[in-house]
């Protein structure tokens, strides 16, 4: 056998070797991710509230993320993560590497679309797929920090309102557990009402009235609420009538709201110079001066 033809040999048996350790390998990864899938356990949310959509979109691949990288969470940043979903409003709807898992997931879905899009324009895929992971993670982060940024925003606005129901009910002769039962049932719908409903949650489950409330404060975060609650649990102790100090406890959340309407419209004229600045002023200029410009093109000036 001639030596071109051991050399063609050679070339097929090194492509068949290449094309069947490539073959191995393939079923192997597709293996060990069956594996990892199938060892995702069942999870029971009967007591457990619902995803809002932002997260039953990546669903699956979250849980999937957060039963790889649960075992590998530090403690301290679980407590740090457990702080941002209680403030959120979601520490009774995922677990801590469930978020951390989402933003993975956000990301790993930004990756993609970068690889698309440089795919789909014949771009140096680096780049692309740089960005998109970095804007998904972006887009996770910023999303939990807009929803706690509006939680405590709507809470601050529903707030008089609700005291002042509560006002009303224990000067009718309820005690302060039904006012606040009232006050859930018959106030606005929003997270001060979900927190109401879980106050009266702990107080069934057996907390004093005061740890329910602390735990309270301790969710929400915002001064203007543990200044209540302290006020509220100090009366309690020293027996002083709760009707007087609700009151006045809602005359100022309600003077601190119409101070907050008033700074935010002294800041909107400053906010609006950016858009004006960057976006209305040229197109101004561009209509004023487009005219004179084919003016002076037809003159030949």
């Known amino acids: 056998m001639s030596s071109a033809h051991l050399l063609v040999l050679d070339e097929r048996t090194v492509i068949a070797?290449?094309?069947?350790?490539a073959?191995?390998?393939?079923?192997?990864?597709?293996?060990?991710?069956?594996?990892?899938?199938?060892a995702?356990?069942?999870?029971?949310?009967?007591?457990?509230?619902?995803?809002p959509r932002f997260l039953r979109l990546l669903w699956w691949p979250t849980r999937w993320i957060a039963h790889l990288v649960a075992p590998l969470l530090p403690a301290r940043l679980q407590a740090r993560l457990a702080v941002r979903l209680r403030l959120a409003g979601?520490?009774?709807?995922l677990s801590p590497a469930q978020l951390l898992a989402h933003r993975v997931a956000v990301g790993l879905c930004g990756l993609a679309a970068g690889l698309g899009c440089a795919h789909a324009w014949a771009l140096p895929p680096a780049l692309p797929a740089l960005a998109g992971a970095t804007a998904g993670t972006l887009i996770a982060w910023s999303?939990?920090?807009?929803?706690?940024?509006?939680?405590?925003?709507?809470?601050?606005?529903?707030?008089?309102?609700?005291?002042?129901?509560?006002?009303?009910c224990v000067e009718a002769g309820l005690n302060l557990t039904g006012a606040l039962q009232q006050a859930a049932a018959k106030g606005p719908a929003g997270p001060l009402g979900e927190e109401l409903h879980r106050v009266l949650r702990d107080v069934r489950a057996g907390k004093s009235r005061a740890d329910?409330?602390?735990?309270?404060?301790?969710?929400?975060?915002?001064?203007?609420?543990?200044?209540?609650v302290s006020t509220v649990i100090q009366a309690e102790n020293m027996g002083m009538s709760?009707?007087?100090m609700l009151r006045a406890q809602g005359e100022q959340r309600r003077a601190e709201r119409f101070a907050r309407a008033e700074k935010a419209a002294?800041?909107?004229?400053?906010?609006?110079?950016?858009?004006?600045?960057?976006?209305?002023?040229?197109?101004?200029?561009?209509?004023l001066g487009f005219p004179i410009a084919v003016k002076f093109m037809t003159m030949g000036l």
């Open 143 to 168: 999303w939990l920090d807009d929803r706690i940024r509006c939680r405590r925003r709507l809470m601050l606005k529903q707030l008089p309102f609700v005291l002042d129901l509560i006002t009303l």
């Open 212 to 228: 329910a409330l602390r735990g309270f404060a301790d969710r929400i975060g915002e001064p203007a609420i543990a200044n209540l």
């Open 40 to 51: 995702v356990r069942p999870e029971d949310r009967t007591w457990l509230d619902t995803p």
């Open 17 to 21: 070797a290449v094309a069947l350790l």
């Open 266 to 287: 002294m800041e909107a004229p400053v906010k609006m110079l950016l858009p004006l600045i960057a976006c209305i002023f040229p197109c101004t200029f561009i209509v």
């Open 90 to 93: 979601l520490d009774y709807t």
């Open 23 to 38: 073959g191995f390998g393939s079923a192997g990864i597709v293996a060990a991710l069956a594996r990892s899938v199938s």
């Open 242 to 244: 709760l009707g007087p």
